[in-house]
């Protein structure tokens, strides 16, 4: 246990100068702590005198954080919370009060990336099918099920971010040859292609790692599948409602796509959808970001970005982007 946490009740603190820090959902006070140092308290489970005087909060998903416990917390100057959503922090309220609300946009990108792998190769070496002939003796039948390759192949990777890029990057290892569209974060030219539609025709491998927004909603859809390369594998770990699931499976069957991965549906929890049940398609609940690793490193950049706005230092990312290092300082 590191010397910075402690659960000790606030009204005998261990050193007064001490800043306090106290975590909102379960927080790893091992991995914080270190990265917190040792002129911070750490408290895992607050109670509401360790509020009062908390200069900084983590904050798990989960977990609120409106006007009433920003009242409850007069002296917080920063706000980290794990991951990167925010819908239950109230960004506008803690910005009011001049307190960054950072967020670990790059902690899970590496485990999502490896993700997309894990699903591109078990779908392209067939190991679902080749698991049943073992296991129900149709060993005679082996050369039935087609077996592809990364190596040679073609990725299409829709969306050139932290995720999309990363996947790049593990492709490459592969021997796999990367395209990729992004209009608003321009890929290099030698691997740039002008339209979701032309990388479609190029890609062995599609993957989209895009926001959902209303320019992204279903773009997967009919269309975009009429144009795929037949044989396609299809992998989805970026939003759910990206693909249109009628669609995608309408192509499975048809024999346009091979495969289809999804880490992400629409609604979550996933409802089931007759997607499912397609033996050349493989699930995961929303989990290829929430890796032992990705997990430890979400609570090192939280508690990097509160040790930086606790010692002056501008942290590394923020909810609001209108939120200045120098506009709080002032
Ligand atoms: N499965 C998981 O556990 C998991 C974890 C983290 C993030 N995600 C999802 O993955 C997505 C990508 O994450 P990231 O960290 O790489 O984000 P990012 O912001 O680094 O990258 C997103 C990229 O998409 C591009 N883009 C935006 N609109 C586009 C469009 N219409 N067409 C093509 N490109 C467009 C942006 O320019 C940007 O380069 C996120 O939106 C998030 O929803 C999923």
């Not at 990108?109 to 049943?132: C, I, N, Q």
């Not at 073609?154 to 969306?159: E, F, K, N, P, R």
């Not at 495969?259 to 089931?272: I, K, M, N, S, T």
């Amino acid at each position: 246990m590191p010397k910075a946490s402690r659960t000790a009740p606030l009204s005998q603190p261990e050193q007064p100068s001490q800043h306090v820090v106290v975590g909102l959902g379960p927080v790893d006070p091992a991995i914080v702590g270190d990265v917190l140092g040792e002129d911070v308290t750490f408290v895992p489970d607050p109670t509401p005198d360790d509020l009062a005087v908390a200069e900084g909060a983590i904050v798990r998903a989960d977990r609120h954080v409106d006007e009433d416990l920003l009242a409850r917390a007069p002296r917080l100057r920063v706000i980290a919370r794990t991951g990167v959503g925010v819908d239950l922090v109230d960004v506008a309220a803690a910005s009011a009060r001049g307190i960054p609300v950072v967020i670990t946009p790059n902690s899970g990108s590496r485990a999502v990336a490896e993700g997309v792998l894990a699903m591109a190769l078990h779908l392209t070496k067939r190991l679902r099918p080749l698991t049943d002939l073992v296991r129900e003796g149709r060993w005679a039948e082996r050369n039935s099920v087609p077996v592809g390759d990364l190596d040679g192949a073609t990725l299409g990777i829709v969306g050139h971010g932290r995720i999309g890029r990363r996947v790049g990057e593990l492709a490459a290892a592969f021997g796999m040859r990367t395209l990729a569209y992004d209009p608003y974060s321009p890929p290099p030219p030698e691997i740039a292609r002008a339209d979701p539609g032309e990388l479609a025709e190029a890609s062995d491998v599609l993957t989209l790692h895009v926001p959902l927004t209303d320019e992204t909603r279903h773009l997967v859809d009919e269309a975009f599948l009429a144009r795929v390369k037949p044989g396609a594998v299809l992998i989805n770990c970026g939003r759910g409602a990206l693909i249109d699931p009628d669609a995608t499976l309408a192509a499975l069957k048809a024999g346009r796509l091979s495969g289809v991965g999804l880490d992400v549906f629409d609604p979550e929890p996933a409802r089931h959808h007759p997607l499912f049940d397609h033996p050349d398609v493989v699930l995961t609940p929303h989990l290829m970001g929430m890796t032992r690793r990705a997990m430890a490193l979400t609570f090192v950049d939280a508690a990097r970005g509160v040790a930086d706005v606790l010692a002056g230092r501008p942290p590394t990312a923020v909810a609001d982007p209108d939120w200045t290092h120098r506009k709080a300082m002032a």
